[in-house]
């Protein structure tokens, strides 16, 4: 029995072995080529050309700008939908809740693609308004997931106590159930928040290359003609940076019934 | 009235999802390359997806997603449940441990890991873009899927069953595939699907990987950056996504009928 247990411990070498060369070893290069000349040696000219050409940070700023906005529009249009079917009878709803996360799993270029053609027919503009409608309506799903979790797992005795106390309806609303679902609202956040800023795809498609968000300059310096990997490995791990911080909130508000990406199945 | 109301808001905000689906529905119908213009009723643009002049381009884009997305799916399958089993029977600290490094590719920026991937195989593997590269970034990040959906069912299974099938006289490989396995089986189907989906899905990490690989995801992204859009890509978008909808539709209904409470 003690020999079989080290034995299974040993299925899982395949994948430690794969995730330290394909899933650390990347991430480690990335560090590494932020400190790399295209010769190979030590420089910090990548961090000080980020830092002062203007363009990095300013861009930087912008999309943060962005996904700011984003997030708050997803977040105001979600909530409320989040709030009224957790209300609903289960059954009726879980087909409704399936309704908005189904474009999830629709590719996200398929999605740009109709909403490019919807706003061609609206008569809109193709800039920084087109994009951001793009945004929200890419990322609301993920918005709406988390929270109708968090709010439908939410003890309704809560809402009757407070209601028994006096509570008004806004009273209700702001001092009970906000505060109750605020690991929803967190894990909705962050599932918006990066991907939105760290996007080049809807950006290019909405706005052709009109508006350039981080993602965009990322691609750019890897791909492009202009292209400078040192530098866009010094914005891959201002990315990181920002992936972790959103993580280290996340996990300080988690619960357990915070979705993965992916939840519907 | 507030009943209304919240119904209300509720398909308002529905018809805001669904209408720039229904838009590119409707004019993958009319036979024009310029976004939102209308040239009437034409079937031609998806007669073209057959025979047109990108037929053979969309042929082999198509057939290529679905190869890298089998041999994807195959490979992280194996490699998933595996780790799994295995890291399941680690002391606690190491499985935590191990666990938080298969959340790293699900929470990181896909861009990064794409990046970085880029750059591992460019500079130091010294392997140049195609079909290896997109693989390995396939599986790279559709195992932490199938792992964290078999790793329940090892959390749910009574460990008294397989220790049972021991005391029987059981080899430990017999009581794996006889036992432990079929009782896992749920999660490494649904672990399956999943990697398979999310692989058919992926553009990022295929764009900074592909190399003159061709995927559906990339052949639209090439054609439909330019300020027009070829009829027979609207026409191929319908298609994909009328696919993709009836499988979401039958895998929920099966789901909803066994196990109605979970989305």
Redesign the interface.
Known sequence: ?KK??V??????????L??LL??????V??LV?AFQNADGSFTLSKFSKFFTNGICLQNLWFSIEIGFITTVLCLI?GY??AY??S?WN??KA?L????????M?????????????????IGSQMGVSAVIFGLV?NF??FMI?PLYTSLSNLDKSYIEAAQDLGATGSQVLFKTVIPLSVPGIVSGITMVF??T??T??IT??LS?GNVVIF?DL??EY??GITAD?GV??VM?IV??I??ILS?VVLNKFADNSAP?????? | MKKTL?VC??VL??T??????L??FI?SFTDSS????WNGFSLQPYAEIFTGSRSGRIFTAVSNTFLLAIISTAISTV??T??A???F??RSKTRKL?SN??Q??????????A??????FA??LGIKSGWLTLI?GH??FC?P?V???VMPRLYQMDPNVYEAA?DLGAT?TKALRKVLIPMIKPGII?GA??AF??SL?D??ITI?NNGSVET??TY??SD??R?G?DPT??AL?VV??II??VV?IL??IK??KTN??E?
């Open positions: 029995m079989f247990t034995n299974r411990k040993l299925f899982a070498f395949p994948y430690i794969f995730m394909f899933i650390l070893l990347p991430m290069m990335i080529g249009i409320p939908i009224i079917l209300r289960s059954s879980y409704v809740v399936l309704l908005f996360v189904l474009p799993w629709i590719n996200m270029l398929l999605r740009t693609l109709g909403t490019k053609t919807f706003l061609a027919l309506y609301l799903p997931l990066v991907p800023v760290s080049f795809v290019q498609m052709r993602g990322i691609y890897f791909t990997q866009g490995s891959s990315m990181l920002l992936v993580n993965v990406k992916g939840g519907l199945w | 919240s808001f509720v905000a529905l805001f999802i669904y209408a720039p689906l838009v590119l004019f310029v976004f939102g213009q490699l998933g595996l780790a089993i295995g890291i029977n680690m191990l490094a298969n790293l590719p699900i929470i990181n920026a896909e861009i990064v890991t990046v970085g991937l880029m750059v591992l500079s130091l390995i599986v790279s195992t899927y792992f964290l959906s021991l430990p649904s699907i999943l989906t999310i899905d553009f990022v900074f559906l995801s639209i992204w439909s950056k300020g859009i890509t609207k978008s994909l996504f993709v909808l979401l895998v929920n789901k909803s109605p409470k989305i």
